[in-house]
């Protein structure tokens, strides 16, 4: 591990301040020191935030409010999230062991960096690494690689189970830096790679997210996440979808589908969406949305199997918040 600098903020400001000079924001550190260690981060400052006043978890009339400190699974146990929002409950379950979940951070979890062997690999050409230098898995392993939002420069999926929920609830953040405040939907944080992928998010720099807000609705009540992975223990997705459902007299009023393992960045499949507005909520209507949720998808030697899979994912995450599974 490179040598650096540790300094702990006991302040919002002390925090910005030390950020605008050039440290990096700290928390759970589950992703950023595994990353340290493996020299593919090398951060020269690191400044602590864990002490700052950014933990709680709270309801604002059907909106759940999450600081950016709080623990994935002080998160997921809290009665609001439960009550109000268990799609975010579940699927934080699903994010991670009890050991992670006891560290990470609800701000680190929407922050962690691609799953893609290459990006680990010192001795491997990843943009995403270092600018310019190639993509190994375009014609590597690519089994777990993205299938949507791809670019001849990066192929790596987004791994955050979280962000996939978040984007399905049309979440927001709330974001302070050293230019000030702002808001802005999850869904925008992220990036597609194009021909820049070591750009991964739209954070300004010293920007620090102290908030996530999810709006409630009607939909919130009825939803799920299903997760298909390699094993059934700790793993990441390859292919998953947060699935919820406005449903009146068995008809879909409003549905919310979010997909994770398959797109650089979360995916919001709208048009799946609009496909089952005002239909029967019963396995044909799903199946014939779904089959939209593939369009545009460019598949690799060994990932081809998401375009089948990815609607079949869908379909059950819609039974499930359908209540027919």
């Not at 699903?94 to 609800?106: F, H, V």
């Not at 997210?209 to 223990?233: F, H, N, T």
Request: aromatic residues 4%.
């Amino acid at each position: 591990m490179i040598p650096f600098t540790l300094e702990k903020a006991a302040t919002l400001q002390d925090a910005i301040k030390a950020a605008a000079g050039g440290a990096r924001y700290i928390a759970g550190g589950t992703t950023l020191i595994d990353l340290m260690r493996e020299e593919v981060e090398r951060p020269e400052r690191l400044v602590d935030i864990n002490a700052l006043p950014l933990a709680g978890i709270a309801a604002d009339g059907d909106t759940l409010v999450i600081g950016a400190l709080a623990r994935m699974s002080d998160v997921a146990a809290h009665p609001e999230t439960r009550r109000l929002q268990p799609l975010i409950s579940e699927t934080l379950v699903e994010g991670a062991s009890p050991q992670l979940r006891n560290m990470a951070s609800i701000g680190g979890n929407l922050l962690q960096r691609v799953r893609c062997p290459y990006f680990r690999m010192r001795d491997a050409a990843c943009n995403k690494r270092e600018p310019g230098t190639g993509c190994a898995a375009l014609h590597g392993i690519n089994h777990v690689h993205a299938i949507l939002g791809t670019s001849e420069h990066c192929i790596a999926t987004h791994p955050s189970d979280l962000a996939v929920a978040l984007v399905a609830l049309g979440a927001t953040m709330r974001v302070l830096g050293p230019e000030g405040e702002r808001s802005f939907p999850v869904e925008d944080l992220y990036r597609l790679p194009g021909a820049t992928p070591h750009l991964e998010h739209n954070l300004r720099p010293g920007e620090l997210i102290v908030e996530v807000r999810v709006p409630g609705g009607a939909y919130a009540r009825q939803a799920r996440y299903l997760k298909v992975r390699d094993r059934a223990s700790y793993e990441f997705a390859v292919v998953s979808a947060a699935a919820a459902l406005d449903l009146a007299g068995g008809v879909v009023r409003e549905a919310r589908i979010a997909v994770g393992g398959v797109g650089t960045r979360p995916w919001r499949l709208r048009a799946v969406e609009a496909a089952l507005a005002g239909k029967r909520a019963d396995r044909a209507s799903f199946e014939a949305a779904a089959r939209l949720a593939a369009e545009g998808a460019v598949s690799r030697a060994h990932n081809a199997y998401k375009v089948e899979l990815l609607p079949r994912t869908i379909v059950q995450a819609l039974e499930m918040a359908g209540g027919r599974a």
